[in-house]
């Protein structure tokens, strides 16, 4: 089923694949809802050297806001080209701003300031205000430590000064979270959660890869690892023009489930895995709803497993049904039109009973992949060779098996491939670190099922 929204907005459909059905008394289903979201009114951003900038209705850029985070605790001075690549990555994110955004740029150390435009507000986007926004950052100097809870807290609160649909932030460290009291960020996290949006980079290789990843996953945004300095103004500016095709924020997958029926995995399985099961918020009884960010014209695939209740041969029953709807405090939520239905009906045939539904098979392996890497990564730092030799030559195989090509390039960084389609391998002697913090930081990407 698809809708049409608001202008402007892209219109959402959903696809569900699973496998139906259930031996007698068989209670767990599996399916995998693809929701996609087309039509909207924007592209993205305009990447510094483009001739023009994205197309959108002219006016309607004050639909986002975006605060842009970067450290400046006192290693951002070692080496100092570190800290003039990060004013410079600050700037191209800037020059990529579309007309009509609200933004801000805050400096952040043991404490968090506004560097532009300061006094608790946001600018609005335009010529004079990147002007004025690229003149402060010079005044940007490394000194201090981290508190990335302080610098979230201060992003949320300049954010939700706006009225706007789409809230975001960037953040960029290259250390650990050594500066605010044990449980800060925790707490800073579950305060953030569903008000806005956050992408995360480390520079370097001095930074927690679970630290940022979790500040990432939490946030609903991506993480990922810039070893070289020299390459942060070309990753800001690729991330500010997928923030500025946002048109959408805080969108919820919406579960119905029949009495008797619980819902035990909700997952996003592509583009990356990204647990969903205990962010749920009730509605009532029979409705639940789980976050799934902010949208444009895209793509994204999640994994559902329900228990059911136990039935006889020929009974079928509707298990769930999935729809996406814009949550409003105080009011009905927004309901964005497009739904998918789960079904389960009980057989005698056990083939049919037994058969394994592609897709569901497919971002099984992805979902294992991510997991078999992380543990076998830590086993290696462990130092157990044989334990981590096994786990990731697990790894090996199954980003063979499903055509997962980027992590299997990680891989081979790590480790010898004598057989891939087997999984048989050798850790290598010597890995760089920035390949290790790679592989563990990339290793929820996942592709899609082959066609």
Not at 134 to 143: H, Q
Not at 316 to 329: H, I, N
Request: net charge neutral; proline share 4%.
């Amino acid at each position: 089923m698809v809708v049409f929204t608001k202008p402007n907005e892209p219109r959402f459909s959903v696809e569900i694949h699973q496998n139906p059905y259930l031996p007698e008394g068989g209670r767990q289903v599996d399916a995998i809802a693809a929701v996609t979201a087309s039509g909207g009114g924007t592209v993205g951003g305009r990447i510094p050297g483009d001739a023009g900038r994205a197309r959108r209705p002219a006016g309607s850029g004050a639909s986002a806001a975006v605060a842009l985070m970067v450290d400046c605790s006192g290693s951002m001075a070692h080496p100092p080209l570190k800290m003039r690549e990060a004013r410079q990555a600050t700037a191209a994110a800037i020059d990529t701003l579309r007309d009509g955004v609200r933004f801000a740029v805050i400096a952040g150390t043991h404490e968090a300031a506004e560097v532009y435009p300061g006094a608790g507000r946001l600018a609005t986007a335009d010529a004079h205000s990147r002007a004025l926004a690229k003149r402060a950052l010079r005044g940007m100097k490394a000194g201090g430590g981290t508190a990335l809870g302080t610098w979230l807290r201060l992003a949320d609160r300049l954010l939700s000064s706006e009225d706007v649909r789409v809230r975001h932030g960037i953040l960029l460290t290259d250390g650990r979270n050594e500066h605010e009291p044990p449980g800060a960020l925790r707490d800073a996290l579950a305060a953030c959660a569903g008000r806005f949006t956050c992408d995360v980079r480390g520079v370097g290789t001095d930074w927690d890869v679970a630290e940022l990843t979790g500040v990432a996953s939490a946030l609903l945004g991506n993480a990922d690892i810039v070893a070289d300095p020299a390459d942060l103004a070309a990753d800001f500016a690729r991330l500010m023009a997928t923030a500025m095709g946002k048109e959408l924020g805080t969108v919820s997958m919406r579960l119905w489930t029949p009495v008797g029926t619980s819902v035990t995995r909700v997952a996003q399985v592509a583009p990356s895995v990204v647990d969903l099961t205990d962010r749920h918020t009730p509605v009532d009884t029979r409705h639940t709803d789980y976050p799934t960010g902010s949208w444009g014209e895209e793509s994204r695939v999640y994994h559902l497993r329900l228990e059911v209740p136990a039935a006889g041969i020929g009974r079928e029953m509707l298990a769930a049904r999935v729809s996406l709807v814009v949550p409003r405090p105080g009011e009905a939520s927004r309901d964005l039109g497009a739904q998918g239905l789960v079904r389960a009906l009980w057989t005698d045939d056990l083939a049919a009973a037994t058969a394994s539904d592609p897709h569901v098979a497919h971002y099984d392996g992805q979902a294992e992949l991510a997991q078999v890497v992380r543990q076998g990564l830590e086993l290696r730092r462990r130092g157990d060779v044989d334990g981590a030799t096994v786990m990731l030559g697990h790894a090996v195989r199954l980003a063979d098996a499903s055509g997962n090509e980027d992590t299997a390039r990680l891989l081979v960084k790590v480790v010898d491939v004598v057989d891939a389609a087997a999984g048989t391998v050798r850790l290598k002697t010597t890995v760089g670190q920035a390949d290790e913090m790679a592989l563990e930081t990339r290793s929820t990407k996942t592709v899609r099922v082959r066609k």
